[in-house]
C-alpha cells in the first residue's frame, strides 16, 4: 500500500496553461515536501510545508497544505518548458526523533512548447 | 559549495556479486540517507546515518547495508546482487533532520545487474 498517492500520474500541456498536481494521503504528516526531478538527476527539494492550510508560494508555483496535514497540492501558473520534469511529493511522519521521508507515487509533467 | 556528490556515476554488475557505493555529503551535514529509485516502486527508503550511528532503516532485506565514518561520508553496500536490485540509488543529506526540513541530493549511481 503506497502511503502517499498523487494524481495525476502524467500529465502533459502547453506552454501558458495551469496546472495542478495533488499528493494524498490517509495519514497525518507533520511537514510535507515537494522535490522536482530531472532525467538523470537526483531530486531537487522545491518547498517544506509544516503547517495545516499553509500555503507558500515560489514565483509561478504555488503550494498548499491541506487543513487536516493529509494531503497537499502544487498549483503551476503559466506553465513553461522549463518545469518539465518528475513533481513528487515526500511527508514524514512524526515518530519521535525517528522521522522517515517517505515519498509518494509522481506526477511526471511535460510541457509541450 | 559542493553539493552531495556520489560514486561511481555508473555500474554494472554480475548477479551474485557485492557491490560498495559511496557518498560524499554536503560539507557540515551529519545526516546521510540512501534511497532506491525504479520505475515500478519509485523512491524507497534504505537507511540513514547520523553522526556514524544507523538513525532510521527502511525495508530491505539484509544484503543492504551501509555505514558512516566520522567525516559524514557514507557507503552502502548490497551483497549477493540479484537482477531487481538494478536501480538509481540516490543518496542524500541535510544538517540534521532532513525528514522535517529537507534533503539535499545527490546525481544518483546507476546500478544494473546483469
Known amino acids: 500500500t503506497q502511503l502517499l498517492e498523487q494524481s495525476p500520474q502524467f500529465l502533459s500541456i502547453q506552454e501558458g496553461e495551469n496546472l495542478t498536481v495533488y499528493c494524498n494521503s490517509s495519514s497525518v504528516f507533520s511537514s510535507l515536501q515537494w522535490y522536482r526531478q530531472e532525467p538523470g538527476e537526483g531530486p531537487v527539494l522545491l518547498v517544506t510545508?509544516?503547517?495545516?492550510?499553509e500555503v507558500k508560494k515560489l514565483k509561478r508555483l504555488t503550494f498548499q497544505f491541506g487543513d487536516a496535514r493529509k494531503d497537499s497540492s502544487l498549483h503551476i501558473t503559466a506553465a513553461q518548458t522549463g518545469d518539465t520534469g518528475l513533481y513528487l511529493c515526500a511527508g514524514t511522519i512524526s515518530n519521535f526523533g525517528n522521522e522517515k521521508l517517505t515519498f509518494g507515487t509522481g506526477t511526471r509533467l511535460t510541457i509541450i512548447p | 559549495k559542493a553539493g552531495v556528490t556520489q560514486t561511481p556515476r555508473y555500474l554494472i554488475k554480475t548477479r551474485g556479486q557485492q557491490v560498495t557505493l559511496s557518498c560524499s555529503p554536503i560539507?557540515?551535514?551529519?545526516?546521510v540517507s540512501w534511497y532506491q529509485q525504479t520505475p515500478g516502486q519509485g523512491l524507497q527508503f534504505l537507511f540513514e546515518y547520523f553522526s556514524e550511528t544507523q538513525r532510521n532503516k527502511g525495508n530491505f532485506p539484509g544484503r543492504f547495508s551501509g555505514r558512516q565514518f566520522s567525516n559524514s561520508r557514507s557507503e552502502m553496500n548490497v551483497s549477493t546482487l540479484e537482477l531487481g536490485d538494478s536501480a538509481l540509488y540516490l543518496c542524500?543529506?541535510?544538517?540534521?533532520?532532513?525528514?522535517?526540513?529537507?534533503?539535499?541530493f545527490g546525481s544518483g549511481t546507476r546500478l544494473t545487474v546483469v
Open positions: 510545508v509544516v503547517t495545516g492550510g
Open positions: 542524500a543529506s541535510s544538517r540534521w533532520d532532513g525528514a522535517n526540513y529537507g534533503y539535499t
Open positions: 560539507s557540515g551535514h551529519r545526516s
